[in-house]
């Protein structure tokens, strides 16, 4: 199971950090990442990192937003900063273990 946090709302410029944590067998966790799925709009990946520690953005938060993961807690983050409106959207968390797990979605709404 994930479990996500952090989502809220925030000002045009602000920063907001969102966490995921798993629960079970973190060990075999591989790659991580974050989605987004703004209103009438598809799902899209946000920012990934692999069990190594390779990274990839989406080119929209590419120097705003960052990712990270803790091994030892199963945990992944999203640092986001310099926000804006166009960035309002359920962010949701993905691990892998021998299959895709998905966290229950965080609303991260940005005010103009």
């Known amino acids: 199971q994930l479990q996500a946090s952090g989502g809220g709302l925030v000002q045009t410029g602000g920063s907001m950090r969102l966490s995921c944590a798993a629960s079970g067998s973190i060990s075999s966790i591989t790659d991580m990442g974050w989605y987004r799925q703004a209103p009438g709009k598809p799902h899209v990946l946000v920012a990934s990192i692999s069990k190594r ?30 926000l804006k409106p166009e960035d309002t959207a359920v962010y949701y968390c993905n691990m892998y273990v021998r299959g895709n797990y998905w966290g229950q979605g965080t609303l991260v709404t940005v005010s103009s």
């Open 53 to 82: 520690g390779t990274i990839d953005y989406a080119d929209f938060v590419k120097g705003r937003f960052t990712i990270s993961r803790d091994n030892a807690k199963g945990a992944v983050y999203l640092q986001m900063n310099s």
